[in-house]
């Protein structure tokens, strides 16, 4: 399935729709309605196609159930913020548990199968979080320009450091792993300069002190919005309001990110997101599949990415590598044990 969120002058409402019923003409839709403000994120479970959580203006964050007939019922509501939820991401190594960050500062980690607040960070001012491949910490960007990391488990502050990125744009960070180089991590930023060009930064995870490499991208205005491919160690670079998606090789070593390509249309974006792999065409060597939501009209439009191969039929195993496991690894009460 796929969500998307619409502005209207009564709230928030949160269209789904299944993919396998996409395409020209009529559509059957699943609509959520009950936020009584505009919808700000989506997030679906990565353990549950089925669950999807949004958090709204209305300052509360909202579990949903949506079965395989787009019938729709309410499972929980969060209402540990007071002010609008801007940023919402699961847990992607124990179940029923999600991050979310809003205007008042907060960070609240929430377990939903027992409707408990696990704890909050306060005066952090998040405005982007990204855990890490084993989720073992989480890094956020913050107003202040700051790039902190946090024990996933505790909520404690690791280590800190300034961004590089002095302007005035939003800042966006993504934690990513390089298998090659004895399992370390590093993590992707994006903002903008002073002198208001678009930047890429790569940070090591520790220490953070300084970046092992900024590119410079262009003198766009649209907030930079990042996605990877850990496995393939790719990394996909949309803005909003551009037409084009760049994409970038992440390296191991100096200069540590090398760019590849662009996709570039005839119509500007104002979204984005990844299809997860397990829904890509591998006999077609499909090795990743963006959708982006059109400027002006309400159309989100799948841009796929093949690697061309002489036999189209046959299963490309260097490009399809084990990957995460949709099952999941454990309850929030049992990593509590550990």
């Known amino acids: 399935m796929i969500a998307l969120a619409i502005d209207v002058p009564a709230g928030g409402v949160v269209q789904v729709a299944k993919l396998c019923r996409m395409g020209r003409g009529r559509m059957e839709l699943g609509k959520i309605k009950d936020h009584e403000g505009a919808v700000c994120d989506v997030k679906w479970n990565p353990f549950n196609d089925n669950v999807l959580a949004t958090g709204s203006h ?152 300084t970046p092992l490499a900024v590119v410079d991208i262009d003198g766009g205005s649209g907030v930079l919005m990042p996605m990877i491919d850990n496995d393939l160690n790719l990394l996909y670079i949309a803005g909003k309001g551009d037409a084009n998606i760049r994409f970038y090789e992440l390296l191991k070593e100096a200069p540590f990110i090398s760019y590849l390509n662009e996709s570039s249309g005839s119509k500007a974006h104002t979204a984005v997101c990844l299809l997860p792999k397990r829904g ?18 309400l159309v989100i439009e799948p841009l796929s990415f093949f690697v061309p191969r002489r036999v189209s039929s046959e299963f490309s195993e260097n490009y399809f590598l084990s990957f995460k496991d949709v099952k999941t690894v454990t309850k929030y009460s049992d990593q509590i044990e550990l």
Request: hydrophobic share 40%.
């Open 58 to 209: 209305d300052a509360t964050v909202r579990i949903w159930h949506i079965d395989d007939m787009l019938r729709i019922r309410c499972l929980r509501i969060s209402r540990a913020h007071s002010r609008r939820i801007h940023t919402i991401e699961w847990h992607t190594t124990v179940d029923n548990a999600v991050f979310s960050a809003s205007l008042d500062g907060r960070i609240v980690l929430w377990n939903i199968e027992t409707d408990e607040i696990v704890y909050r960070i306060e005066d952090c001012n998040a405005v982007s979080l990204s855990l890490s491949y084993d989720c073992s910490e989480f890094a956020v960007t913050t107003k202040l320009r700051e790039l902190s990391i946090y024990d996933a488990r505790t909520g404690e502050r690791q280590r800190s450091t300034q961004l590089i990125h002095d302007g005035a744009m939003l800042s966006r960070v993504l934690f990513f792993g390089i298998p090659e180089a004895n399992n370390s991590e590093r993590l992707i930023t994006t903002g903008s300069s002073r002198s208001t060009r678009r930047q890429i930064a790569i940070y090591s995870s520790q220490p953070l002190d």
């Open 280 to 297: 890509l065409n591998v006999l077609q060597c499909e090795i990743m599949r963006i959708f982006r939501v059109d400027a002006e009209q």
